[in-house]
């Protein structure tokens, strides 16, 4: 497994198809890795939305929301 390209501070546009639990952004990244349909994901707190849009629009300032992008914008 690689890491996932993070962007502290920022969410996305796009919807979420399902939410799992996460401690940490690496453990949500570990998440969208496992997931063949996992594009890229959102991270707050212990909660870690995959998202599966083949767009990544970042929306900065959401103060500790992290986007990990595991197949690139």
């Known amino acids: 497994m690689f890491s996932c390209d993070s962007f502290a501070n ?12 996460a401690a940490t952004p690496d453990a949500c990244c570990s998440l969208c890795q496992a997931d063949a349909s996992c594009n890229f994901a ?19 300032n959401a103060e500790g929301v992290t986007v990990l992008s595991v197949r690139g914008p």
């Open 10 to 21: 920022s969410d996305t546009v796009e919807k979420y198809y399902r939410k799992s639990s």
């Open 42 to 60: 959102c991270h707050k707190g212990n909660d870690c939305w995959l998202k599966n849009a083949t767009t990544l629009t970042l929306e900065p």
